[in-house]
Nanobody, 123 residues
Framework: QVRVVESGGGSVRAGGSLRLSCAASGSFDSINFMAWYRQAPGKQREMVAR???????NYVDSVKDRFTISRDSAANTVLLQMNSLQPEDTAVYYC?????????????????WGQGTQVTVSS
């Protein structure tokens, strides 16, 4: 079992910054990727930023040049630095972790979600 815990949400005014943190712990051999998703009221959940095992990152267009995802591989932690926040960034932000377990000469991949953390940006 894997535990995914997010922290760092809150309320800010437009133009402000927040930093989200996500830590994964439990039983796995390695982490395949860590990603941040968000879901605003009445909207579908969307991927915001993702970083894979090799350090490759990708972002949804609406946050490019404002958000930065980074990781601490030793601590199985990922950060999302969010700058120049806008009201449209208001949502519940979820961390998703992909893990790998190697058993019987096979690679088994699993995915886990955190509980989410609220980010509210006022105008």
């Amino acid at each position: 079992q894997v535990r995914v815990v997010e922290s760092g949400g809150g309320s800010v005014r437009a133009g402000g910054s927040l930093r989200l943190s996500c830590a994964a712990s439990g039983s796995f051999d390695s982490i395949n990727f860590m990603a941040w998703y968000r879901q605003a009221p009445g909207k579908q959940r969307e991927m915001v930023a993702r970083i894979n095992y090799g350090g490759f990152t990708n972002y949804v267009d609406s946050v490019k040049d404002r958000f930065t995802i980074s990781r601490d591989s030793a601590a199985n932690t990922v950060l999302l630095q969010m700058n120049s926040l806008q009201p449209e960034d208001t949502a519940v932000y979820y961390c998703k972790v992909g893990t790998i377990i190697r058993a019987e000469r096979r690679r088994h991949e699993y995915e886990y979600w955190g509980q989410g953390t609220q980010v509210t940006v006022s105008s």
